[in-house]
């Protein structure tokens, strides 16, 4: 017999799927796919237009094409080499200071800069708040702009005069847009711009001042390379050179992080439709093996069947990723609207890629999940036309297994996930849900003692959990992984914050006092005595960077995100003491035995580590540390290692040196103090009798944090939506499997008077016990991982939350709800109609 022409077939399918658009599992197929691909393609557009706008604007995010930055100005040969190449160069200087005016005090990120800035890019500003703003350069000297944040912290208004350290200036204008500050994710507090030529009469930058120096240099790429290479050698410990991608790679740093874990939701929402594509796909095959067997008979060979069933499910799997993609496009705008705080002002649209990419996610899980069911049709015997009990011989189980598992190959390889971290997670998964599913199994066959008496109602309800536990315990296992993630970030995001503020003793510092000057050190020290009477000590501070670790480069010891890499990337506050900080406990080696004299000239002198970033950098007692200090190396032994409680709010530092060891070098003082609220005048007068100092107030800082978090949780608890909506596929495509059992066991109980309100109860009942069960394993996991999340990663007190028993209400509600419509068909079937076709 002559083969059927592939138009016809395509033809044929296309019918057959119209023909079966009102079938369940073809409903719950489509959603399931819907699903994942609009997860993929969110997530995607996420990662590619953050990173299409850092590149799009990577040199306006550094104002310049290139940047000397350092925390010392740069030497005048490094200035002269770039002039000589032609350059243009502009000069910025940022610290941070006290704003202070008649009515408050607000901590602030002063920026000097000259009248070249920016070399690239526009600097705008606004007459007034809310005004048009216009492109144009900065400041002129005497004047001051500033954002509009300011102005409410402390009752500013354009044409007042505020203080910068020692000099007044006149606010003149609203600071709207600068070119290489990208949005305000590294922007705690607000900007103050004023004129490079101001910076002196401050008085606030003072040597040992934290301070950044930047040069900035724009030109052609000759010109900006030769100026590299003959700066690059007499580069100082403290220096670096950025250029755009550099500058790219730094800002995009915390949001790559937060792309990876959402890209981790978007693989957690693809599995669990993968399950539920694959739970219908081994329907729509079951249910087909009859057309399968007629088509056979009729003169279709084996592989001309498979194409046909394969073409339906690839029809129906690209309508569903069409409609996903359109979806997950939608989603990111709602992603980005939600995160508008955190990202660069613009954003590019991304283009096509992460929509074919999305919609190719789909099409692979569908090809790996379905694939084993669908090739069953292409094995029904003709035969089977007479006899109904003849069923395909069932596949290989390498081919199913070996399909899922290259099709969760594919996708993770497409979502560039952290294999070490997915496979954790993943084993981590898998083993809690073997230990939580032996439990609801031994739930589910422990109640079947208490059927014999209990109403009939429970017994119908209860009976259709027990003649299919495994499907019941992972329904339950999925939804309670759900719940689980929802509960843990709400219990995180509005609790852990409260509870460590909390735990803390009610006169706990709660301002930090930076750049006190050794000629303030003595005036200031009475002056803070007399304001707070739990004031820590004044701390000399010098900054410096760990450069070597017995004579090798510390970059040879630094393990990715680590703290030691947190370390060795910047400057440390370096300091020196003689007795033990409060809060600092001796682990390995022993403190000063002589802390009022200094080391021999020919012995290095000592140092104390801190523990965790001596482990991460496996430093040992008896090391010798090189460091750069002042543009000086200095050469030191460790002699000691400490446990350091970072929660005091006492002044906590890394590395502490012997005693007399760093008192030749510039230096300023830092410490913290307590003072009650309503006392801001005290802080104003602070600030103003010495105007070098910078005072952050602790409470200021935790609600710009809390904001923050809000915002990436709202962000997270955004993404977990896809989750919810796989695990409701998971339960539909669960109900579809047994929907025809349930429609004939209703048909059944009808026709022996069984009325239907008792019908729609053992179903809220069933279905109310499944989501309860899954609420119940939320609640639980919660405490379970709070409980280690408090006790060993913060350390604080754990108490019980009974707000997460609201858990089980929500999953019966969710589960109960979802489980009755998706059954609403084995109620309103005609009991005669059933029976016959029986």
Wanted: glycine share 10%; hydrophobic share 50%; aromatic share 8%.
């Amino acid at each position: 017999m002559a083969r059927m022409p592939l138009p016809r077939l395509f033809s044929l399918a296309v019918r057959q799927l119209q023909r079966d658009a009102r079938a369940g599992e073809l409903r719950v197929l489509f959603f399931a796919l819907l699903v994942a691909v609009a997860a993929s393609t969110a997530i995607g557009y996420f990662g590619a237009r953050l990173n299409a706008a850092m590149l799009l604007r990577a040199t306006e995010f550094l104002g310049a094409d290139l940047i000397l930055d350092g925390s010392s100005p740069a030497s005048a040969e490094q200035r002269e080499a770039g002039q000589r190449l032609g350059l243009k160069h502009a000069q910025i200087v940022i610290f941070s200071s006290v704003i202070a005016t008649d009515d408050g005090i607000q901590l602030s990120s002063i920026k000097a800069v000259d009248d070249a800035y920016p070399l690239r890019g526009e600097l705008k500003s606004a007459p007034a708040p809310y005004q048009p703003d216009q492109p144009g350069n900065g400041p002129p000297p005497g004047e001051a702009w500033v954002e509009a944040r300011l102005l409410p912290a402390v009752n500013l208004k354009v044409g007042d005069t505020l203080d910068v350290g020692a000099k007044p200036l006149k606010l003149t204008r609203i600071l709207t847009y600068e070119p290489d500050r990208a949005g305000n994710f590294y922007s705690l507090t607000p900007r103050v711009m004023i004129n490079l030529q101001d910076l002196q009469a401050t008085g606030v930058v003072q040597p040992g001042s934290r301070v950044t120096y930047r040069e900035m240099w724009t030109g052609t790429p000759q010109a900006l390379a030769a100026y590299r290479q003959a700066i690059e050698p007499g580069l100082q410990p403290h220096q670096e050179i950025k250029d755009a991608r550099d500058g790219s790679q730094q800002i995009g740093g915390a949001l790559g992080k937060a792309e990876r874990y959402l890209n981790m939701a978007s693989l957690v929402a693809v599995l669990l439709a993968g399950v539920a594509v694959a739970m219908s796909a081994a329907r729509f095959a079951a249910r087909r093996f009859d057309a399968s067997a007629l088509l056979r008979c009729l003169g279709l060979s084996r592989g001309e069947a498979l194409q046909l069933f394969g073409l339906q499910l690839a029809l129906l799997g690209l309508f569903a990723s069409l409609g996903g993609a359109l979806l997950g496009w939608l989603a990111q705008l709602g992603l980005f609207a939600l995160l508008h705080n955190l990202l660069p002002a613009t954003v590019p649209p991304g283009g096509l890629m992460p929509a074919l990419a999305g919609i190719g996610t789909g099409l692979v899980a569908l090809a790996g999940f379905a694939l084993p069911p669908l090739a069953a049709l292409g094995r029904v015997p003709p035969l089977r036309v007479l006899r109904r009990d003849m069923l395909p011989v069932p596949a290989s189980s390498w081919l199913v297994y070996g399909a899922a598992i290259l099709a969760l190959g594919l996708i993770m390889w497409r979502l560039s996930l952290d294999l070490v971290l997915t496979f954790a997670l993943l084993g981590g998964g898998v083993v809690a849900a073997l230990l939580f599913g032996a439990l609801l199994l031994a739930g589910l066959n422990s109640l079947r003692r208490l059927l014999a008496g209990a109403p009939l109602a429970w017994r119908l309800g209860l009976g259709q959990l027990l003649r299919h536990p495994l499907a019941a315990a992972g329904q339950a296992l999925a939804f309670g992984l759900i719940l689980l993630a929802m509960g843990l970030i709400a219990l995180l995001r509005g609790e852990l914050l409260d509870t460590w503020q909390n735990q803390l003793p009610k006169d706990a510092p709660n301002y930090f006092v930076l750049n006190v000057l050794p000629a303030d050190k003595n005036r200031f020290a009475q002056t803070l005595g007399g304001l707070s009477s739990h004031a820590a000590p004044l701390y000399p501070v010098v900054p410096g960077r760990l450069m070597t670790i017995n004579g090798e480069p510390v970059a040879q010891f630094v393990t990715k995100d680590s703290r030691g890499e947190n370390a060795t990337r910047r400057d440390l506050n370096l300091t020196w003491a003689a007795a033990l900080p409060e809060g600092n406990r001796i682990t390995a080696g022993q403190w000063w035995s002589t802390p009022d004299q200094p080391p021999a000239a020919d012995q290095p002198p000592g140092v104390s580590v801190e523990a965790k970033l001596a482990d991460s950098l496996s430093i040992k007692l008896d090391d010798r540390l090189g460091f750069n200090v002042g543009g000086l190396t200095r050469e030191t032994v460790v002699t000691s290692l400490r446990d350091v409680n970072w929660d005091t709010f006492q002044p906590n530092f890394f590395i502490i040196f012997q005693p007399g060891t760093l008192a030749d070098l510039p230096t300023t003082y830092m410490t913290s103090f307590y003072l009650p609220p309503q006392h801001d005048r005290q802080i104003v007068e602070l600030s103003r009798n010495y105007p070098s100092i910078s005072i952050l107030g602790v409470e200021a800082l935790l609600a710009q944090v809390r904001s923050i978090l809000d915002q990436v949780t709202l962000a997270v608890q955004f993404v977990l939506l896809f989750v919810l909506a796989a695990g409701v596929a998971v339960l539909f495509s669960g109900l579809q499997a047994t929907l025809d059992e349930r429609i004939r066991q209703g048909a059944l109980l009808r026709a022996l008077g069984a009325s239907r309100y008792l019908l729609v109860r053992a179903r809220r009942i069933e279905f109310g016990l499944l989501g309860a069960a899954s609420g119940l394993l939320a609640a639980l996991g919660c405490e379970l991982v709070s409980f280690v999340l408090y006790r060993f990663a913060f350390s604080l007190q754990w108490s019980p939350h009974p707000w997460l028993l609201v858990l089980p209400l929500i999953g019966a509600v969710l589960v109960g709800g979802a489980g009755i419509y998706g059954t609403r068909r084995a109620l309103n079937a005609s009991p005669l109609n059933v029976l016959r076709e029986g």
